[in-house]
């Protein structure tokens, strides 16, 4: 009988849970395999307290759930694990005592869910002759080969549903409002969420805003009659000329930036230019938690089941990927080579324009 070990790693995002019950369900009932739930992602291998037999039972009802059954964090890159040493903090490689306890554990195969940075530590297990396969996961959709990540259609409902809440409040207060929304370097749930949500200004960190013409163009629509205008700025967004503001995440091991306070930014700019109300939300974690869409949880199930194919074939370095409408795999050394990012000259940017959307440019 085989035996898979599975782990989600990096930041949780709606939809996890479908993953790991896709896994396990198909494991059990088509190919009668074990399955090794590994708890916190990869730090969790380093601890047999954290690595419990999946049944059924266990996966049952977990669909509508959000966040992981099994917990995740940042922590625990095996080739750069944080040690204190005379008070200070270390980072040592400890990636052989890692695969040490997969062996032991009789684990032949680990599925590692998790976006770049749980993707690129799986590649240099693999080169240590641990057979893994991935599946993407991201509430930012920047990972590269396959159309959509589970958990974006998540985050995009929640972003586009707090649009629809400030258009009234902004409306009847005649206040610009500024949304805040996540995606790291990336502007898709801005850009998304922006255009679901009849947002008048998006900003993305692919196209460096200019202040002076946001203000201008704000101006404008007050001058022709509305009152009130929303802007959604993605965390990454950055003014022309100027850097972004990037705090270091001290919970990471592959050093994610966390970018930060742009929406208050763009608020003390505009305050000084116009002569309206303006106010802020940070939509922040709201947009990874809560319960799964439909979507999310279908391709979170599909991604679970073909991972399992992707083991009983001996394709070992792949990761499951979405294209078009079909469930495939590509190398996960090609998925995590660059970013997925917004084309600023792209089709759906082009069409923002179109709708009247001001891109800060
Ligand atoms: O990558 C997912 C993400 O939610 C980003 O959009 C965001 O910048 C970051 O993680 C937040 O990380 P943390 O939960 O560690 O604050």
Not at 43 to 58: I, Y
Not at 101 to 130: F, H, N, P, T, Y
């Amino acid at each position: 009988k085989k035996r898979i070990g599975i782990l989600t790693g990096g930041g949780d995002c709606p939809g996890l849970n479908a993953v790991i019950r896709g896994v396990v369900t198909a494991a059990i009932i088509k190919y009668d395999w074990e399955v090794v739930g590994v708890e916190d992602g990869f730090d969790g291998l380093l601890n047999s307290e954290k690595c419990r037999q999946l049944s059924l039972e266990d996966v049952r009802g977990i669909l509508p759930r959000g966040g992981t059954i099994l917990g995740t964090t940042n922590r625990g890159n095996p080739f750069s694990y944080p040690v204190e040493k005379n008070g200070k903090i270390e980072y040592i490689d400890i990636s052989e005592s890692v695969i040490d306890r997969i062996k032991a554990m009789g684990i032949d195969a680990l599925v590692v869910v998790g976006g770049d940075g749980s993707l690129k530590i799986a590649m240099e297990l693999m080169s240590k002759g641990v057979p893994i396969v991935g599946v993407p996961k991201t509430i930012d959709n920047d990972l590269m080969e396959t159309d959509v990540t589970f958990g974006y259609n998540t985050a995009l409902e929640t972003a586009t549903d707090a649009l629809d809440k400030l258009h009234s409040t902004a409306e009847s207060h005649h206040r610009v409002m500024i949304m805040e929304v996540m995606g790291r370097y990336a502007g898709w749930i801005a850009l998304e969420s922006g255009i679901a949500g009849g947002a008048d200004v998006i900003l993305i960190p692919e196209i460096p805003f200019d202040i002076k013409k946001i203000c201008h163009a704000i101006d404008e629509r007050r001058k022709k009659g509305s009152r009130f205008s929303i802007i959604v700025a993605a965390e990454g967004a950055f003014p022309d000329g100027g850097k972004r503001v990037v705090k270091q995440n001290a919970d990471s091991a592959h050093s994610i930036e966390r970018l930060g306070g742009v929406g208050e930014y763009i608020a003390g700019e505009l305050s000084g230019c116009l002569d309206m109300d303006v106010r802020v939300t940070v939509l922040g974690h709201l947009q990874r938690g809560g319960s799964p869409s439909t979507f999310d949880r279908c391709l979170g199930s599909r991604f679970g089941v073909k991972a399992l194919e992707l083991i009983a074939k001996n394709e070992f370095g792949r990761m499951v990927c979405l294209n078009g409408r079909s469930i495939k795999s590509v190398s996960i050394e090609k998925a995590v080579r660059k970013l997925k990012l917004v084309d600023p000259d792209g089709e759906m940017v082009k069409c923002a324009e179109e709708l009247g959307i001001m891109l800060g440019r």
